[in-house]
């Protein structure tokens, strides 16, 4: 029986933490006695290529050569943070030794993503030579590297790539046709939430030549590969970041990730594919023993909630009890926010910041996409936030079906009266798997396209604002309205709410 599995993470996605889904699924066959390796290949690999980056003439490229060794080193210890200006200034050096290091190449790379000009779109046609020439991606030779030891001496039966994000992919894709290559017998499993994105042919491409890919949680696909009986309920365990160097990251301390839930307690969002999966929600006492034990074995200097949304009762318990370390992450904005007693008390939990998918002020929008909250709430809960000195990550959508002119106006002046440490203003794009495209009419959309055979989204139009009168209006008013030009100014480059918690 196959239960000896390495868990490979591929670049390139943001280095700032250990990936959370690799660490629980060690743990999760290390409880039903199987054999576990997890190897983080992301984590140095952007840095590895920064560090080799050629000099150029322009001063740009210039300083990052001379400073690029000292701005990682910067960016992993807490003073790298203590400045925004300073802070910045690491950054770009950073990116601009990755971009010195593209120079030429038909890749692109920036401390928070990876793309390739030969693969323009998501379909099995651009994605499948990358499986045949590993070697297409930049960082396959530092993998095979680390890599290549550990297949040789752990002798996996089944290695696990995991693709969470778009730029993991043809990182992925080359990872699993080299491990095809030097360990023909392994069976590959390739897993991660970015998968459910992928058009059909795509994953069944993947499957095709590298191996079974899954869709959802990982912990039943190998319980059901492997005939496993955990002595567990699958999802909630403490996960096991004992195969990561910890301060091998970009952040001003230990971060570590951990979740109280799968899926999303609410999931009636119209726009939103967490619709589709089912909740699970950890006993918030037995979450609250999880960080005790996490603090005390690791010392983390701050924990990355990563769920959807914090659960209702683990807020209230953090409130009630506080937290063995610092934390941020996602909440949905609920009425016992506007309480600012019960905002401080989350801020001396240690709450360091709150990520706050607001969206849009406007009630018909929001009752039309089945949002659940109260607009009114948004500025008592910003205020609240900033009077307890807990930063505020706001994501607004526009583009949205049905969104007029005067809809955006309303979003601006909520961005102009109210605080926000920081912005996301994002496009909005229709994900499969969102309640909206089941049944677009409902919507007002007229055209809906549900086939897609290379794109990660439907193409879909509606009566109003199309993408380009959306993109002129964030470039015309929302970027020329000075707070939102301040707020999206602090909002750290491609590091984004990993880093904002710190600054
Ligand atoms: S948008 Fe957020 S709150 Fe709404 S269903 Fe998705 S994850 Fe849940």
Request: glycine share 8%.
């Amino acid at each position: 029986m196959n239960r000896r599995v390495l868990f490979l993470y591929p670049p390139h996605a943001r280095n700032t933490e250990p990936p959370l889904g690799a660490a629980l699924l060690a743990a999760f066959l290390r409880s039903c006695g199987g054999e576990a390796r997890v190897l983080d290949l992301n984590a140095g690999a952007a840095p590895a290529l920064a560090l080799g980056a050629p000099d150029a003439p322009d001063a740009r490229t210039h300083r990052a050569a001379l400073h690029v060794a000292g701005a990682l080193r910067a960016l992993r210890t807490p003073e790298g943070y203590a400045s925004p200006a300073r802070y910045r200034t690491h950054v770009a050096h950073y990116a601009a030794a990755l971009r010195a290091r593209a120079r030429g190449e038909p890749w692109d790379l920036t401390p928070g993503d990876f793309t390739d000009g030969r693969c323009p779109d998501f379909g099995a046609a651009a994605v499948e030579p990358f499986i045949d020439a590993p070697e297409r991606v930049p960082f396959l030779a530092r993998c095979a590297e680390i890599a290549g030891p550990v297949l040789r001496e752990f002798e996996p039966d089944t290695v696990g790539i995991s693709v969470i994000f778009r730029s993991q992919l043809l990182p992925a894709a080359a990872l699993g046709g080299w491990v095809r290559r030097q360990r023909p017998g392994a069976v590959v499993m390739l897993g991660g939430g970015f998968l459910d994105a992928l058009p059909a042919g795509t994953r069944a491409m993947l499957e095709r030549r590298l191996g079974a890919v899954v869709l959802g949680d990982g912990e039943p696909a190998l319980r059901a590969a492997f005939g496993l009986e955990p002595p567990e309920p699958d999802f909630f365990r403490d996960p096991d970041f004992g195969d990561f160097d910890l301060d091998a990251y970009l952040a001003p301390g230990r971060v570590l990730p951990i979740a109280a839930s799968r899926g999303c307690y609410w999931r009636r969002c119209a726009f939103c594919d967490e619709g589709r999966r089912d909740f699970a929600q950890d006993r918030p006492r037995a979450f609250a023993a999880r960080l005790a034990r996490l603090a005390a074995a690791h010392a983390p200097a701050c924990l990355h909630f990563t769920d959807n949304a914090v659960p209702p009762a683990c807020l209230r318990l953090l409130a009630d009890e506080g937290s063995p370390a610092a934390w941020f992450g996602f909440v949905r904005a609920r009425p016992e926010l506007r309480d600012p007693g019960f905002v401080r008390a989350l801020a001396a939990s240690g709450c360091r910041m709150l990520q706050l998918g607001l969206e849009t002020p406007v009630p018909r929008l929001l009752a039309a996409l089945g949002k659940g909250v109260d607009p009114g709430d948004y500025g008592p809960i910003l205020r609240n936030c900033a009077e307890a000195g807990i930063r505020s990550y706001v994501y607004l959508m526009f583009g949205l079906p049905g969104q007029t002119v005067a809809d955006c106006e309303a979003a601006l002046r909520l961005i102009a009266s109210e605080p926000m440490d920081f912005l996301n203003a994002s496009i909005f794009r229709l994900p499969p798997g969102a309640a909206m495209g089941a049944d677009p009419a409902l919507w007002a959309i007229d055209r809906f396209e549900a086939e897609r055979a290379t794109s990660l989204y439907h193409a879909w139009s509606a009566p109003g604002m199309d993408t380009r009168a959306v993109r002129h209006w964030l470039a015309r008013r929302l970027r020329r309205e000075p707070r939102a030009r301040a707020a999206l100014a602090r909002t750290p480059s491609y590091f984004k709410s990993s880093h904002a918690a710190f600054l």
